[in-house]
């Protein structure tokens, strides 16, 4: 799949691979991997960024999202700028929903993953043995042991009424995923725009 970048405005090209099982999600990029880990994460402005060894992956929240909702656990995911010499690049943003990944997957179809050597794997589903609480800003998030997974998230936007004050609650991922989550779409407010705006501005001048 190719469309156009949030950020930069440029085209880039997807291609998603069968991985093998245990190898997990990770992109490929000018023949560099960087898994898709939290370990790779780095801080961004209004997106997710997975950077290893000099070279970004941008807005990569939707398609991760729908690959996790979708049990896609172990995939190559490929991805190429139209500019070869480009050391970063951003995931097509589509209509900034997941949709547009969701139906792609979703129309390929899915089956097991294999090891190399053509074995069934367990699939680890790692569990909480304590409760554990982060925050930063004004943003903060709980977790609890459970036997099974439910999700409630809330978002509080009171300079924007549109928005406002909203909770949602899903015990499962399947169809509560597609019907609410998958086409939510991506949002900012305009002193946001300026401040990324700026900050582009600022670079162009330095180099």
């Given at each position: 799949m190719s469309g156009k970048t949030l950020h930069s405005g440029k085209v880039?090209?997807?291609?998603?691979?069968?991985?093998?099982?245990?190898?997990?999600?990770?992109?490929?990029?000018?023949?560099?991997?960087i898994p898709a880990s939290i370990d790779f994460v780095r801080e961004s402005l209004l997106c997710t960024t997975l950077c290893k060894d000099g070279y970004k992956i941008r807005t990569v929240e939707h398609l991760l999202s729908a690959l996790e909702?979708?049990?896609?656990?172990?995939?190559?995911?490929?991805?190429?700028?139209l500019d070869s010499e480009d050391t970063e690049v951003e995931v097509p943003f589509f209509d900034g929903s997941a949709n547009a990944w969701v139906e792609a997957i979703e129309q390929v179809g899915r089956k097991e993953a294999l090891d190399r050597c053509g074995n069934n794997v367990e699939k680890l589903a790692p569990h909480l043995s304590e409760p554990f609480y982060v925050s930063r800003n004004d943003s903060f998030m709980v977790a609890f042991p459970a036997s099974k997974v439910h999700i409630s998230c809330g978002i509080d936007f009171p300079k924007v009424p549109a928005i406002g004050c909203q909770w949602f609650s899903s015990a499962a991922l399947d169809d509560s995923y597609e019907k609410h989550i998958?086409?939510?779409?991506?949002?900012?407010?305009?002193?946001?725009?300026?401040?990324?705006?700026i900050a582009s501005f600022l670079v162009i001048v330095l180099f």
């Open positions: 880039s090209k997807v291609k998603i691979w069968p991985g093998f099982a245990g190898e997990g999600r990770y992109f490929e990029f000018h023949s560099n991997l909702a979708k049990g896609i656990d172990n995939c190559r995911i490929q991805i190429q700028s998958a086409c939510s779409r991506t949002f900012c407010i305009y002193e946001e725009v300026q401040c990324e705006l």
